[in-house]
C-alpha cells in the first residue's frame, strides 16, 4: 500500500506527490533549456501543460467510461476511484495527437521537440528515483536493502536507475550544442533505453508480452525507435 499524507481533511498518496514534483522537475527543467534555444519566443511548452491535463483527465474519467454505471449508481465514487491502465494510454494517444498537430501548427522543429523532451525525461526520471525507494528481486548482495526483516534484502531498483540516468544526463549537459539536432532523442531512446533494459532483469516483473514485462517492452519499443532514427538521421 503507498504511503499516505494527511492534510487536514485530505489524504494524497505520497507516490502521487512524488510523480507531480517529479514532473515538474522535468518541466522547470525544459523551460530553462527553452530559454536559452534560438526560437525560445514560441509557445513550446503551453500545449505540453494542456497535454498533461489532457492525460489525467482521461485517465481519471476512464472508470466511468467503461463502466457507465458507476455514474448512475454511486455518483461521487468516481471523484475517489484511481483511473485505469486503458485510460492512461488512450489519454497518452490523445495528448500524443494534441501535441503533435500544436507544434506543427506553431512551426516547432521536430528534432527540438524531441531533444527537449528528452532532457525533460531524464530529469523528471532523476527526481523520481532520488525521492522514492523501488524494492526489486530478493539478492543476497551487500548493498540489497530490506523492508522490515533485515534477512531479506532486494535490490534497490531506483539506485541502477540512478547510476544509469546521470551519466545520460551529464552526456546531454556537454553536449549542449547538439541540442536541436535529434542527437539528444537519439542517444536517449537507444542507450538510456539500453541501460533501463538492464535495471528491468533485477526488477520485479509480469510478462505482457513474448516473456517481456510491460516496462521492458517499453525500453524494447525505445531502442527499436532510436535504431530507426540513427537511420534516418544519417540520410
Not at 56 to 78: A, G, Q
Not at 124 to 129: D, G, P, S, Y
Not at 163 to 172: A, E, K, N, Q, R
Request: overall charge positive; glycine content about 8%.
Amino acid at each position: 500500500m503507498p504511503n499516505i499524507l494527511q492534510l487536514g481533511p485530505f489524504m494524497i498518496r505520497m507516490d502521487w506527490v512524488v510523480l507531480a514534483v517529479s514532473g515538474f522537475a522535468g518541466y522547470a527543467a525544459m523551460q530553462w533549456k527553452w530559454k536559452r534555444s534560438d526560437i525560445h519566443d514560441r509557445l513550446f511548452l503551453e500545449p505540453l501543460v494542456n497535454a498533461l491535463l489532457i492525460i489525467f483527465f482521461v485517465w481519471k474519467m476512464s472508470p466511468i467510461l467503461l463502466s457507465p454505471s458507476l455514474l448512475r449508481e454511486h455518483p461521487l465514487l468516481w471523484l475517489t476511484v484511481p483511473g485505469t491502465d486503458i485510460g492512461w494510454w488512450f489519454g497518452l494517444a490523445v495528448a500524443a495527437l494534441y501535441l503533435y498537430r500544436s507544434w506543427r501548427k506553431i512551426g516547432v522543429p521536430w528534432r527540438l521537440v524531441g531533444d527537449m523532451l528528452s532532457f525533460g525525461a531524464i530529469v523528471a526520471v532523476l527526481v523520481h528515483n532520488l525521492l522514492s525507494w523501488q524494492y526489486g528481486m530478493p539478492t543476497s548482495l551487500p548493498w540489497g536493502i530490506s523492508i522490515e526483516n533485515p534477512e531479506f534484502k532486494y535490490h534497490p531498483v531506483n539506485i541502477y536507475r540512478l547510476i544509469i540516468t546521470l551519466p545520460m544526463l551529464l552526456w546531454l549537459w556537454r553536449n549542449a550544442l547538439l541540442m536541436g539536432t535529434g542527437k539528444w532523442l537519439l542517444n536517449t531512446l537507444t542507450y538510456y533505453g539500453m541501460g533501463l533494459m538492464v535495471v528491468t532483469f533485477f526488477d520485479t516483473k509480469t510478462e505482457f508480452i513474448f516473456s517481456f514485462s510491460g516496462e521492458q517492452t517499453v525500453y524494447l519499443l525505445m531502442m527499436l525507435l532510436g535504431v530507426g532514427l540513427s537511420v534516418f538521421l544519417r540520410k
